[in-house]
């Protein structure tokens, strides 16, 4: 047997023994898990540092505040989550108590990404552990120094038989996937999204996909181009470029893109000086092979902005693009690095059309002051989240699904939506041995004053207040035990 049947095997034993069941243990090891971004901040930080050169200040902003805070909210919220919820019903069911039941899936495996290695690998984790769950958890192996330290911390604060952390590359991956989970979460590309989903199809196994796409982003000629600039340079030069939902590339008219460049180019040395090479806030590419990847997709398009590179520290500056043509190499697929390519079109109906003709994004951006641009842009395109003058800052809002859609993945978490995500959502029904004489209508034979029974009951919601439905089913007693018996035989 493997190690990593092993370690399957034993999450399984684990959950099968009911303890991640009980909501207090579920909370104590949510707790824990916070203590432990606070009490080993300096690891993670320095691991982080080593792999993507971001600094201490960087990692708690974009990688472990928003867990902390994901925590606080479910140990408020989750006594509320997992109880029973009452649903509406039909006046046949009146009497009956109905109810959605949330309860464990089981043993969930959560596949995490390197671009973020804590956030989006210890998030699905929060939320597995919210709903009850066993989960292993398997680290980017791209991320070497961030997956030993994950590997060495997380059983020294939280239960390392229900949650064991398995490192290793491509055969460890492949050798998890063969075992039976009951929910797989994955976090990366659509080429292994496909064989995450293919591997899980032999066992039925739902999955969530947490996957990428080219992010649109418009501008408008309307709006306030400076603010616009700022805002789309900080989302697309964060973390070097290397994220999911950073802002792919411009669409705006030919008309404003001279002032786009220099807008982008002022907002890059507002954030990383003259010299990024030498900022601490700026990031590089996590290794060599996404490096030479990266520069590759320069090769048909005009430098406006940066273009400096250094292979041996993996830098590239942050970088703009001018008058990049469709089938620029650059714009086949998710760039994933601090290349800004810029499109020139002729206005909103082109955009919307170039947009539309490309797969469904993860995220998409509209920056203008008409309201009526913003909801065409909505309402005419499809994307997992849509931003109006503003990027990326719907992940850090857990009240909003976060997902993709089509080619950008499927499922959504944060909040209570991992919660209920990682959750089966059961449906419950609890009939008392009495007023048989209103089944009666169900029951052969079938008369078709059964049938005009049946419409009543089954088609009449039962939307009538507290009160309504009290003297109703009084009501439905009497009757139930009179008048349908006498008719219906």
């Known amino acids: 047997?493997?190690?990593?049947?092993?370690?399957?095997?034993?999450?399984?034993?684990?959950?099968?023994?009911?303890?991640?069941?009980?909501?207090e243990y579920r909370i104590y090891q949510l707790k824990n898990l916070k203590r432990l971004f606070t009490e080993r901040q300096k690891e993670i930080a320095d691991a982080i540092n080593k792999d993507l050169n971001r600094s201490e200040v960087g990692t708690q902003m974009f990688e472990t505040l928003g867990l902390e805070g994901e925590i606080n909210l479910i140990i408020r919220k989750l006594k509320e989550w997992?109880?029973?919820?009452?649903?509406?019903?039909?006046?046949?069911?009146?009497?009956?108590?109905?109810?959605?039941?949330?309860?464990?899936?089981?043993?969930?495996?959560?596949?995490?990404?390197?671009?973020?290695?804590?956030a989006v690998t210890i998030q699905p984790l929060i939320g597995a552990i919210a709903a009850g769950n066993a989960a292993v958890v398997k680290p980017s192996e791209v991320c070497v120094h961030t997956a030993k330290v994950?590997?060495?911390?997380?059983?020294?604060?939280?239960?390392?038989?229900?949650?064991?952390?398995?490192?290793?590359?491509?055969?460890?991956?492949?050798?998890?996937?063969?075992?039976?989970?009951d929910h797989i979460f994955y976090t990366g590309n659509s080429t292994?999204?496909?064989?995450?989903?293919?591997?899980?199809?032999?066992?039925?196994?739902?999955?969530?996909?947490?996957?990428?796409?080219?992010?649109?982003?418009?501008?408008?000629?309307?709006?306030?181009?400076?603010?616009?600039?700022?805002?789309?340079?900080?989302?697309?030069?964060?973390?070097?470029?290397q994220t999911c939902i950073a802002p792919d590339y411009i669409l705006c008219?030919?008309?404003?893109?001279?002032?786009?460049?220099?807008?982008?180019?002022?907002?890059?040395?507002g954030f990383y000086t003259a010299d990024p090479k030498t900022c601490p806030d700026y990031g590089r590419i996590i290794n060599q092979r996404h490096f030479k990847r990266i520069l590759t997709l320069l090769e048909d398009s005009t430098v406006a902005?940066?273009?400096?590179?250094?292979?041996?520290?993996?830098?590239?500056?942050p970088t703009v693009l001018r008058d990049v043509k469709p089938e620029a190499k650059v714009m086949q697929e998710e760039i994933f690095g601090p290349l800004l390519p810029i499109l020139p079109i002729s206005g909103l109906d082109e955009a919307i059309k170039f947009i539309n003709k490309g797969e469904k994004p993860l995220a998409l951006y509209v920056f203008s002051s008409d309201e009526k641009v913003i909801n065409r842009m909505r309402d005419e395109t499809s994307s997992g989240g849509f931003l109006a003058n503003d990027c990326l800052v719907h992940f850090s809002i857990s009240s909003l699904p976060?997902?993709?859609?089509?080619?950008?993945?499927?499922?959504?978490?944060?909040?209570?939506?991992?919660?209920?995500?990682?959750?089966?959502?059961?449906?419950?029904?609890?009939?008392?041995?009495?007023?048989?004489?209103?089944?009666?209508?169900?029951?052969?034979?079938?008369?078709?004053?059964?049938?005009?029974?049946?419409r009543f009951f089954i088609l009449k919601t039962a939307d009538l207040g507290w009160v309504g439905r009290m003297m109703l089913l009084a009501v439905l007693a009497a009757v139930a035990a009179v008048v349908l018996q006498k008719y219906l035989r």
Request: charged fraction near 25%.
């Open 402 to 454: 976060f997902g993709g859609v089509g080619n950008s993945g499927m499922g959504c978490y944060h909040g209570k939506f991992s919660f209920d995500q990682l959750s089966h959502l059961r449906g419950c029904l609890v009939k008392k041995l009495k007023m048989e004489g209103v089944n009666n209508m169900r029951y052969p034979p079938h008369t078709p004053k059964k049938l005009g029974w049946a």
């Open 82 to 118: 997992a109880a029973p919820r009452p649903v509406e019903k039909n006046l046949m069911t009146l009497s009956d108590t109905v109810y959605i039941q949330p309860e464990p899936l089981g043993v969930v495996l959560i596949i995490g990404a390197w671009n973020y290695p804590w």
């Open 253 to 269: 008219e030919p008309s404003i893109q001279d002032r786009v460049i220099e807008e982008v180019k002022k907002s890059i040395k």
């Open 305 to 317: 902005a940066g273009g400096e590179n250094d292979e041996s520290g993996c830098y590239i500056a």
């Open 1 to 23: 047997m493997s190690r990593e049947q092993q370690l399957v095997a034993q999450a399984r034993k684990a959950f099968e023994s009911g303890r991640s069941r009980p909501l």
């Open 150 to 181: 994950m590997e060495n911390l997380l059983p020294l604060y939280i239960d390392k038989e229900l949650y064991p952390v398995v490192t290793g590359g491509v055969p460890e991956t492949q050798e998890l996937l063969r075992q039976r989970f």
């Open 192 to 241: 292994v999204g496909k064989i995450i989903m293919e591997a899980a199809a032999k066992h039925l196994t739902p999955v969530t996909l947490e996957l990428g796409g080219k992010s649109p982003c418009y501008i408008d000629k309307t709006c306030d181009l400076s603010i616009a600039c700022r805002r789309i340079a900080w989302g697309k030069y964060t973390n070097c470029g």
